[in-house]
């Protein structure tokens, strides 16, 4: 079954951490290069991160110094560490492939408020 499960978000105080975690199936996650995104409310999805299967990141200016994708290829498994939290990293974050997206899973909820 072709299929993103997302977890790991949550409520945190501006300045605060998390860590998401993408579980992939291995037809999405195999040989390709995989992303975060998030979509803010009222907002379009955008790209945030990417890591190409060798380990070549990529970030936007929006998140640089302050995320860092990583993926464990054996576990079809992709996360995102986050720091230094601001109220507008507020959204629901996706992970999919780049190139030719997958469905989109149901994301997970991220809200830094204090």
């Known amino acids: 079954q072709v299929q993103l499960v997302e977890s790991g978000g949550g409520l945190v105080q501006p300045g605060g951490s998390l860590r998401l975690s993408c579980a992939a199936s291995g037809s999405i996650f195999s040989g390709n290069t995989m992303g975060w995104y998030r979509q803010a409310p009222g907002k379009q999805r955008e790209l945030v991160a990417s890591i190409s299967t060798f380990g070549t990141t990529n970030y936007s200016d929006s998140v640089k110094g302050r995320f860092t994708i990583s993926r464990v290829n054996a576990k079809n498994t992709v996360y995102l560490q986050m720091i230094s939290l601001k109220p507008e990293d507020t959204a629901v974050y996706y992970c999919?492939?780049?190139?030719?997206?997958?469905?989109w899973g149901q994301g997970t909820l991220v809200t830094v408020s204090s």
């Open positions: 999919n492939r780049l190139i030719n997206n997958a469905a």
